[in-house]
């Protein structure tokens, strides 16, 4: 009996792995398709220090939420996604990223996922006001937003394929 229960967890831990990567892609296609589309990710001290609750009402009532993704990120990964979200920032070095890790992943963080948010809103200026808004009412380094539609469809191929998640936390 044992057999079976273990044969039949694993084919449930299958499936529902197969269905987030289904649902990924859609997010994916999603972000493609629509160029309203943003991504907001809420970084591990929102869930660690109970910012989640009031976050995820403001974005509720400011935005239309399309799709969640929770996704964690282990060792090297951090410093890659860090680097994928603010590279190419004319402001950002090595100082900077050593901050941002500190700030948003220090022991305090550690083995905390991070939150993947797709949704949609009539404006960039109306989902600039709704972080802004996230940003006073809880912490300025809680949340990240995408800025541009092509930054949108960027980002979604990291954070909505389990798979490249796993590239950045793997190194390949």
Request: proline share 3%; with cysteine; glycine share 2%.
């Amino acid at each position: 009996m044992k057999t079976v229960a273990k044969y039949l967890c694993l084919f449930c831990f299958i499936a529902c792995t197969a269905q987030q990567n289904d649902l990924g892609k859609q997010a994916i296609d999603y972000c493609d398709q629509n160029s309203t589309s943003y991504i907001a990710i809420i970084w591990p001290p929102a869930l660690v220090d109970g910012h989640w609750i009031p976050i995820e009402k403001i974005l509720n009532q400011h935005v239309n939420v399309a799709y969640e993704k929770v996704f964690l990120l282990e060792n090297e990964g951090v410093k890659r996604f860090i680097r994928c979200i603010y590279g190419a920032m004319p402001w950002f070095s090595d100082a900077i990223e050593k901050a941002l890790i500190e700030e948003r992943f220090s022991q305090n963080y550690y083995q905390v996922p991070c939150v993947a948010i797709l949704f949609t809103c009539e404006s960039f200026d109306k989902a600039k006001s709704c972080k802004e808004y996230i940003r006073v009412v809880c912490s300025s380094n809680i949340i990240h937003m995408t800025d541009t539609h092509a930054e949108t469809k960027k980002l979604a191929r990291i954070v909505f394929d389990s798979e490249q998640i796993e590239n950045l936390n793997c190194g390949f």
